[in-house]
Antibody, heavy 118, light 110 residues
């Protein structure tokens, strides 16, 4: 069965970086890209971007453009999302989702809480 | 940047029917926006219910259906059950690869 297992909660200082991982299993990793979504406490969902696993193409939301990197590692079937220059309003639960542009976005990871606080 | 709009809250009676809508500030929502619908219950990750306007997943209860209605994407729940009480989010795709979520609809079954 398809599973996406994300890394554990993180606490970061403002200005630091965080890298969240998403380990996939139960399907052929290179057949699907990934999307990343976040949710601030008590707020709605926010689309962050997507990455194609086969060619590395990416698309990011304007709000995080320039601060975010997404990549995949086919040797470990893991997707990564790194967010730099963290601010307090980056405090959120970050989700990975199987599927990028032109693919069905179906399975979700369990979420990773990132807290930005001094 | 576009804004995606949803009803903030709706209430449906058990066994009743309710339609949630998803509009775009750029104009009519079409199949080219590849509308998605997600369900999220408190403390849980979202779950994909509908993709590409009206396609359902194997886990989507048959009482949920997606469509285009009056220039918006629509999610219709027919025969509401208490377990359907949740937040529902739509997602629209725009040219250039960008996507936007609506603000979500809090559905109460009462």
């Amino acid at each position: 069965q398809v599973q996406l297992v994300q890394s554990g909660a993180e606490v970061k200082n403002p200005g630091a970086s965080v890298k969240v991982s998403c380990k996939a299993s139960g399907y052929t990793f290179t057949n699907y890209g990934f999307s990343w979504v976040r949710q601030a406490p008590g707020q709605g969902l926010e689309w962050m971007g997507w990455i194609n696993t086969d060619n590395g193409d990416t698309k990011f939301a304007q709000k995080v453009q320039g601060r975010v990197t997404m990549n995949t590692d086919t040797s470990t079937n893991t997707a990564y999302m790194e967010l730099r220059s963290l601010r307090s309003d980056d405090t959120a639960v970050y989700f990975c989702v199987r599927g990028s542009w032109g693919q069905v976005n179906d399975y979700w990871g369990q979420g990773t809480l990132v807290t930005v606080s001094s | 940047q576009a804004v995606v709009t949803q009803e903030p809250s709706l209430t449906v009676s058990p066994g009743g029917t309710v339609t949630l809508t998803c509009g775009s500030s750029t104009g009519a929502v079409t199949s080219g926006h590849y509308p998605y619908w997600f369900q999220q219950k408190p403390g849980q990750a979202p779950r994909t219910l509908i993709y590409d306007t009206s396609n359902i997943h194997s886990w989507t209860p048959a009482r949920f259906s997606g469509s285009l209605l009056g220039g918006k994407a629509a999610l219709t729940l027919s025969g509401a059950q208490p377990d359907d009480e949740a937040d529902y989010y739509c997602l629209l795709s725009y040219s250039g690869g960008a996507r936007l979520f609506g603000g979500g609809t809090k559905l109460t079954v009462l």
